[in-house]
């Protein structure tokens, strides 16, 4: 019975031995073939592809704008909109402008003037990217601004006898604008505040 015994664990040891040979043998490098490009990494046969790489060996750049849409004629570059002059927002969807249109009651100081409080009127102009103010230096002068970006415009130009130039700017919701008026005789520099 021992003899059996013996024999009997010895065939099994013996087995064991065999199939873990054989499963090592078998076991085969599920990444020995295959090449992962840009930076990709294999694991299990698979390649785990960087940010910005897609396809089966990472070998495909991502299109970053395949999603976006960029409207008013703004193109897509890296997957963001740059818009045409005129033009903001994430799709290029908002006129600049708009946001300047509108009465702005306020206060200016100039130097050589008393203070004064009264009103701007911004309105649009022919061209998109400009805005018409009307009653700067509180005597209705209407002067032409071009609008620019990051909530700013720049205005120059000659009303009543009188040269106008200056900025103007948008912070939350007051208006800032500061600006030269001369005449023959006099230059005076001012800054008005306002808000809608």
Known sequence: MRQIKHVVVSALFTLLC???????ACTKDACKDVACFNGGACNGGTCACPSGYEGVHCETAVDLCKNVTCQNGGLCRNGACTCKAGYEGVNC???????FIGNWAGAETCTGRV???YTIQMGT???INKIKITNLYNLGAEIIATVGSNSQFTFGGSAQGRNYSGTGSLAGDELTLVYTVADATVS???TFKGKK
């Open 18 to 24: 065999f199939m873990a040979v054989t499963y090592t």
């Open 93 to 99: 969807e908002i006129t600049s402008r708009d946001k």
């Open 115 to 117: 203070n004064d409080q």
């Open 125 to 127: 102009a022919s061209d």
């Open 188 to 190: 005076t520099t001012c």
